[in-house]
C-alpha cells in the first residue's frame, strides 16, 4: 500500500521566506562590508559582490517556495520518512523502534508563526521535522511516544 | 559480592600520571634557570641583580609545582567510584561536583590498559564505555587500581554487563543459498576460537598497511634532496656542500623519520595481538610498551570492516576490524579482529571469532551501476571550469605586466601539474567504479568504498540507525541516488556513505531496517 505523505502549511512558507531573507542580509552585508574594507578599488570584487547579490535574490524569492513544495513527511507504524531540498532532495528514513528520545523546539520565528520542530534521536544521530503546526507537533510526538511504549512492552512480552 | 557498594579511590600514582606532563615542563624549566644562575655566578659578566632574579623564578616554579600537586591530590581524594548491584557509580565532589550513574548492561566494552609506569608500580587502568552517542568519542569511565584488583573487578563486571538471552545473536546468513554459517555460540562456551598474531604476521602487516600518500611524498622528499646535493656538489666548494647537505638532512630528517615511525611503531602497538572468542564476548589483547586488553560485548558489535590498501588489494590481502563505541576512542586504541591476512585465512578466522556475520556473499559484491559515472564526472568539470578561470585570469594578467622567460617556466611547471591532477582524477573515477559496491542480504548490508585501497562495512540492518538518501537532479535520467547509513560508532565511524544504488533498492533497504521481527 503506497504511503500518504503529509505537506506543511501556509505559515510554513511565511517562515521559510523570512529565515532565507535574514540568512541572505546576513551573507550580503559580510560580502559588501568585505568589498567596502579591503578591496574597494579592484573591479573584480565588485563583480563577486553582484554574483553574492544575485544569488541571494534567488534565494530569498525562488528557493523558499521550490523548498515548501517539495517537503513532506510520512509517519506510519513502522518509521518517519522525511523529505526535503531545493536543488538536491534529501530524504531521512527513521524507524521507530530505533527512537530514544522525541523533542519539540520553537526557535522565536517559529514562536512568533505559531510553528515548532519535532526532533527524534536515535543513538546513530537526530532527524528532524522542520515547520510543523505546533498543535500537530505535539500530537505527532505523542503519537510517536505511544508508539515506542508500545514496541517495547511488545518486546518484552516476545522476551 | 564483598565489593558491592563500597566506595573505591584509584590508586595514589594516578596523581603523578597526571601531573607527569605539567611536572616534566616545570623540571626543564627549572633545569634551564639552575644553567642561567651557574653561568651568571661564575661567568664573565657576573651581575648582582640576576641572582635575584632567578631565585625568583626558580620559586615561583616550585611553587607551581606543590599547587599542580595539591590540586591533584585534593582531586584524587574527592573522586571515588561505587559498584551497585546494576549499577555504576563515579563521583567528584570538587568545586565542580557531578555523579555518573551507569547501569550495567549499557555497557558495551570493559578495557584494561597498562603504561610504562603503571606496569612498574603494578597498577592498571579499567576503562569503561557504554552505547551512547553523546559519549562515543570519549572513555565514559576511566579509574586506576591495583592490578589484581582491576582485574577483579573486571570479571565481575564482565560477568553482570550484557550477558542475557538477547545476546545470543542470530545469524545473519540464514538462507541456505547465500551459504551462511548459521552459528550460534551460547554463554556458557569457553574459548571458541583465539588467534595470536606472530612477529612475521605483524611485520607483514606494516607493509602492507604503508600509506601511499606517504609514500608519494617521502620518494619526493628524497628526490628533491638527492637533486639539491648533486646540484651542489658540481659548485666544487666543500663548505657551500657540507652545508647544504646538513641542511637537506635537517629539512627532509623528521619527515623520513615520522615515516618510518608510524610504519614501524605498528609493531610495538600490534605486538602479540591475541583476539579470542569467550561464549558471547570478543577479547583482544595486544601492546608491548603498553599492553592493552578489551572485552567487547558481541552484540554491542555494530559493523564489521574489512579493508585492503593499495598494497594490500596489489598483494590480495585484507584486514579486518569492528565498529563499536569504547575501542576507537583514542588514537591508541585498535578494534583489529586480523592483521592483513589472504581472503581464506581472515575468513575462517572470522568464521570462528564472529560466525554472526556471514562473509561469504561479499566477495561477489555487485559493482555500482555504470550511470554513477555520469554523477562522478561533475566534479571532473567543476575542476575544468576552475583550471579554465584560473589559466584566462592568469593569461589577462601576464599580458598587463609583461611575460618574460620566468613566466614561461612557471605556466610550463603549471601545465604539467594540472595534467598530472587530471591524470589523478581520472584514474581515481576509473578505480571507484571498479570498487564501489553496495548488497542488501538477508539480515545484513555490505558497503564497498575505495579507490587505490577498498573498505567493505558490514553491518546487521538492526545496528542502522537511520538513513539519508541524497538525490541530484539528474537522478531522474540514471535513475541512481546516494546518501548514507548511520550507525552507533564514534565520530565519524558513525556515518558510513552509501555509494550510487538504485531507488528501487531504498524501498527494498527501508523494508529491511524498520522489519522488526530480525
Not at chain 1, 574594507?37 to 530569498?60: E, I, R
Not at chain 2, 609514500?215 to 646540484?231: E, N
Not at chain 2, 623528521?254 to 611503531?265: H, N, W
Request: net charge neutral; aromatic share 8%.
Amino acid at each position: 500500500m503506497k504511503k500518504e505523505y503529509s505537506k506543511l502549511s501556509k505559515n510554513a512558507l511565511v517562515c521559510m521566506y523570512i529565515t532565507a531573507l535574514i540568512a541572505a542580509a546576513i551573507v550580503a552585508a559580510v560580502f559588501i562590508a568585505v568589498r567596502n574594507l579591503f578591496f574597494a578599488d579592484a573591479s573584480w570584487a565588485t563583480v563577486v559582490v553582484n554574483v553574492v547579490l544575485l544569488l541571494c535574490l534567488s534565494g530569498v524569492t525562488v528557493a523558499p517556495y521550490v523548498r515548501f513544495c517539495r517537503y513532506r513527511y510520512c509517519i506510519d507504524d513502522e518509521c518517519i520518512d522525511v523529505v526535503e531540498g531545493i536543488i538536491g532532495i534529501e530524504r531521512d528514513i527513521v524507524p521507530i523502534e530505533r527512537i530514544h528520545q522525541i523533542a519539540i523546539n520553537r526557535g522565536p520565528i517559529d514562536r512568533i508563526l505559531g510553528l515548532g520542530r519535532v526532533s527524534v534521536t536515535t543513538a546513530g544521530g537526530e532527524v528532524d521535522i522542520r515547520f510543523l503546526e505546533v498543535e500537530k507537533a505535539e500530537k505527532i510526538a505523542e503519537s510517536l511516544k505511544h508508539r515506542i511504549n508500545k514496541i517495547a512492552v511488545e518486546d518484552r512480552e516476545q522476551q | 559480592m564483598d565489593i558491592e557498594k563500597k566506595k573505591f579511590r584509584c590508586h595514589v600514582s594516578i596523581i603523578f600520571e597526571q601531573c607527569a606532563q605539567v611536572i616534566g615542563a616545570l623540571i626543564l624549566y627549572m633545569g634551564v634557570q639552575f644553567i642561567d644562575l651557574w653561568m651568571e655566578l661564575f661567568g664573565d659578566d657576573a651581575a648582582a641583580g640576576a641572582l635575584d632574579e632567578i631565585a625568583g623564578t626558580l620559586l615561583l616554579g616550585v611553587a607551581i609545582l606543590v599547587l599542580v600537586l595539591l590540586f591533584a591530590i585534593i582531586k584524587w581524594r574527592k573522586t571515588t567510584i561505587s559498584l551497585e548491584e546494576d549499577a555504576i557509580i563515579w563521583e567528584k565532589n570538587t568545586l565542580h561536583k557531578k555523579t555518573l550513574t551507569i547501569g550495567i548492561k549499557n555497557i558495551s566494552s570493559i578495557n584494561i590498559e597498562r603504561n610504562l609506569f603503571e606496569r612498574i608500580v603494578g597498577t592498571a587502568k579499567l576503562k569503561l564505555d557504554t552505547a551512547s552517542l553523546s559519549t562515543a568519542d570519549s572513555t565514559d569511565v576511566l579509574f586506576v587500581f591495583r592490578l589484581e584488583d582491576a582485574m577483579r573487578y573486571k570479571e565481575y563486571l564482565e560477568g553482570k554487563a550484557s550477558i542475557s538471552d538477547d545476546s545470543r545473536v542470530a545469524s545473519t546468513g540464514a538462507d541456505e543459498k547465500e551459504a551462511g554459517h548459521g552459528k550460534t555460540i551460547s554463554a556458557d562456551d569457553a574459548v571458541a576460537a583465539e588467534y595470536t598474531s606472530q612477529l612475521t604476521e605483524i611485520l607483514r602487516h606494516c607493509f602492507y598497511d604503508i600509506s601511499i600518500v606517504s609514500v608519494l611524498f617521502c620518494v619526493l622528499l628524497t628526490g628533491v634532496g638527492i637533486y639539491l646535493a648533486v646540484d651542489s656538489l658540481k659548485s666544487g666548494n666543500i663548505e657551500a656542500v657540507t652545508g647544504d647537505i646538513i641542511a637537506a638532512v635537517v629539512v627532509i630528517g623528521p619527515f623520513l623519520y615520522a615515516f618510518f615511525r608510524s610504519t614501524l611503531g605498528k609493531l610495538l602497538d600490534y605486538y602479540n595481538l591475541t583476539v579470542s572468542r569467550k561464549g558471547n564476548q570478543i577479547h583482544m589483547k595486544y601492546g608491548l610498551l603498553k599492553v592493552k586488553e578489551y572485552v567487547v560485548p558481541v552484540e554491542k558489535i555494530n559493523a564489521v570492516k574489512i579493508r585492503q590498501t593499495w598494497i594490500g588489494r596489489l598483494c590480495k590481502r585484507y584486514n579486518a576490524s569492528i565498529e563499536c563505541v569504547g575501542v576507537g576512542d583514542e588514537k591508541e586504541e585498535i578494534a583489529q579482529l586480523t592483521l592483513s591476512l589472504p581472503y581464506e585465512e581472515m575468513n575462517r578466522r572470522l568464521s570462528g571469532l564472529l560466525p554472526e556475520y556471514n562473509l561469504t556473499p561479499v566477495k561477489d559484491m555487485k559493482k555500482i551501476p555504470k550511470a554513477a559515472l555520469l554523477h562522478k564526472t561533475g566534479g571532473l568539470v567543476i575542476f575544468t571550469v576552475i583550471v579554465t578561470a584560473f589559466w584566462i585570469g592568469t593569461a589577462v594578467a601576464f599580458r598587463e605586466m609583461g611575460a618574460t622567460e620566468i613566466d614561461k617556466t612557471f605556466g610550463c611547471i603549471a601545465t604539467a601539474l594540472i595534467l598530472a591532477i587530471y591524470a589523478y582524477i581520472i584514474l581515481t573515477l576509473i578505480l571507484q567504479m571498479r570498487t564501489e559496491a553496495v548488497g542488501l542480504y538477508n539480515g545484513f548490508m555490505a558497503i564497498a568504498t575505495g579507490s587505490f585501497g577498498r573498505s567493505i562495512v558490514i553491518t546487521p540492518y538492526k545496528k542502522i540507525q537511520y538513513v539519508s538518501i541524497n538525490k541530484f537532479p539528474f537522478c531522474r535520467f540514471t535513475g541512481l541516488v546516494s546518501g548514507n547509513i548511520h550507525i552507533l560508532a564514534q565520530g565519524l565511524n558513525s556515518i558510513k556513505s552509501v555509494p550510487y544504488i538504485r531507488e528501487t533498492d531504498v524501498e527494498l533497504l527501508k523494508e529491511k531496517i524498520c522489519d522488526r521481527s530480525r
